[in-house]
């Protein structure tokens, strides 16, 4: 194949020298090692690279065994199979060796082929769209390989192929460089709210001692929240349920909350309020129990779904500040110690009530800290807004240059 030839439109498999998986060794989890040859599960195909930081390790013999999933430096990775599926990435060039499971697939391209092209056009709205044809009526999430291997792939010549690798590699620093310092601001802000939350770092102007409550005495708790699947109520409403809670830090009026309906009753004991705490109650796994957000404004006829909590402050308590003192990572370690259930695992009322809690005396010292809080949110919040701006972006650019739609213009030489 004439790799200065136009563009041409063909199948994955005759780019490819090889396309498959591995397989979990005999044992599974057990034969795991704690050093030795990387064992690549699905959980390391992160989002464009290779993420190494949880990797499982295999012994250098089993290793020669499976000799069919050998991983090289310059391999295509895709998932293949579960919620990460069409996940790639391309294995770096100091990499030395490694395995892979069955979840995960390598795609390994000849010359004419940039394997990382290959990973961009993976990625794109038209890679994406190829795999979830795949999945169209299937009950199961998963790809085959001869599935795979029918990937319709435009190839420009591999000099221009080249040239649009280094322009979105451009834009993938960018990204790479904004998401680290998002990270590292979120990192900063946990420590400092966990020294402010916890009296070890105080504001010069107070000096009052804190006092010890419990979390009954600083707030009303509620833990009876509408069921979606018993919706009688005469009135229709919005309900702020348990993924509302669980993926949000703050609740607010725009946010797309389910349909339902509720009791004139209900809607006076349960509509939310502004600083209002939401908790999640009870889940499957303890892990999932007590993730908290609170109502950042008036809200429009929301009421509370069935999974949270609701903790409505006394006047005695700031209600931003008991928010943030609710969500950190102190308290969820206190929530979590009193969940209890065997199949599914919730807060008791009564235990939670009798939490105890170390409050600022001055409601001012209390404002203060949750002013603090806010001020980094807002950061942050700027901050991911540019970041979701520059995959936007990305995205769009992706799309004409890997359609021919845009052309790049190639440096003298043409390589």
């Known amino acids: 194949m004439n790799i200065d030839s136009p563009w041409q439109l063909a199948r994955l498999s005759a ?92 795609i390994r391209p000849i010359e004419c082929l940039d394997p990382y092209f290959l990973q961009f056009y993976l990625s794109s709205d038209l890679g994406q769209k190829q795999i979830d044809l795949c ?21 420009p010549p591999l000099s221009l192929q080249h040239a649009i690798v280094r322009v979105l590699s451009t834009w993938d620093r960018g990204i790479r460089q904004l998401s680290d310092l998002i990270a590292a601001k979120l990192r900063f802000k946990q420590g400092l709210m966990q020294q402010l939350l916890t009296g070890k770092r105080r504001f010069k102007e107070f000096r009052d001692d804190w006092k010890s409550m419990r ?34 830090e703050m609740i607010r009026d725009d946010m797309v909350f389910m349909n339902g309906s509720a009791t004139s009753r209900e809607i006076e004991s349960l509509s939310l309020r502004k600083h209002d705490v939401l908790i999640t109650k009870d889940s499957e796994t ?45 308290m969820r370690y206190r929530f979590t110690r009193i969940a209890n259930g065997a199949t599914r695992y919730g807060l008791p009322l009564a235990a939670t009530k009798r939490i105890n809690i170390q409050v600022p005396s001055s409601i001012d010292e209390q404002q203060k800290i949750a002013n603090v809080a806010d001020l980094a949110d807002h950061e942050i919040d700027l901050l991911r807004k540019e970041l979701d701006a520059l995959k936007t972006q990305k995205k769009g650019l992706m799309q004409k240059l890997l359609t021919g739609q845009v052309r790049v213009k190639l440096p003298k030489g043409g390589g």
């Open 215 to 248: 979390i009954g005495d600083v707030a009303e708790v509620r833990f009876s929240g509408i069921d979606k699947k018993t919706l009688d109520g005469e009135t229709p409403v919005r309900l702020c349920n348990y993924l509302d809670v669980y993926r949000n």
């Open 286 to 330: 303890p892990d999932d129990i007590a993730k908290a957000a609170y109502v950042v404004g008036d809200l429009d006829n929301v009421v509370l779904g069935y999974h949270l909590g609701l903790l409505r402050p006394y006047e005695t308590v700031f209600g931003p500040y008991l928010s943030r003192l609710v969500m950190s990572p102190i």
């Open 135 to 155: 999945q169209a009526g299937g009950n199961r999430q998963g790809l085959n390989y001869d599935q795979i291997g029918r990937f319709k792939i435009p190839l």
């Open 15 to 106: 780019f490819t020298q090889k396309i498959g998986s591995g397989v979990t060794p005999k044992g599974g989890s057990s034969v795991y090692v704690s050093g030795g040859i990387p064992f690549i599960r699905s959980q390391n195909v992160a989002d464009d690279r290779l993420d190494l930081s949880d990797v499982a390790f295999i012994d250098p013999e089993t290793h020669s065994e499976m000799t069919s999933s050998h991983v090289r430096s310059h391999d295509v990775l895709l998932n293949i199979t579960g919620a990460s599926i069409g996940r790639s990435c391309v294995v770096p060039p100091d990499f030395v060796e490694g395995n892979v499971n069955q979840h995960v697939c390598i």
